[in-house]
Nanobody, 126 residues
């Protein structure tokens, strides 16, 4: 069974940091780009960051650029999101996802991702 499991969410004060992890199982994901999305209360799910198969290419939403860093460890079948200088507006459920096609590249389109984790909640207090 193909599965993505996120962890690392929690409550943090504004200006603090958190590191999210996403562990993949059921198949090898090293041939696919992976991404992080988030959904704030009452809002649609939105793109945060994506990383290509090798880890050498990344792309970020403007709202997190310079504060968040996506990385991956293909040997461990895992992807990470280091979040620094957190703001209250970063409060959301965070989801990792893997693309359904090796040729999509660095995509911010939700529809290009076909396997999703259950999410981990991040709450940033002011």
């Amino acid at each position: 069974q193909v599965q993505l499991v996120e962890s690392g969410g929690g409550l943090v004060q504004a200006g603090g940091s958190l590191r999210l992890s996403c562990a993949a199982s059921g198949r090898t994901f090293s041939n696919y780009a992976m991404g992080w999305f988030r959904q704030a209360p009452g809002e649609e799910r939105r793109f945060v960051a994506t990383i290509n198969q090798s880890g050498g290419g990344t792309y970020y939403a403007d709202s997190v650029k310079g504060r968040f860093t996506i990385s991956r460890d293909n040997a461990k079948n895992a992807v990470f999101l280091q979040m620094n200088s957190l703001k209250p507006e970063d409060t959301a459920d965070y989801y990792c996802a893997v693309q359904g096609n090796r040729r999509f590249g660095l995509s911010s389109r939700e529809s290009d991702y076909n396997i999703w984790g259950q999410g981990t909640r991040v709450t940033v207090s002011s």
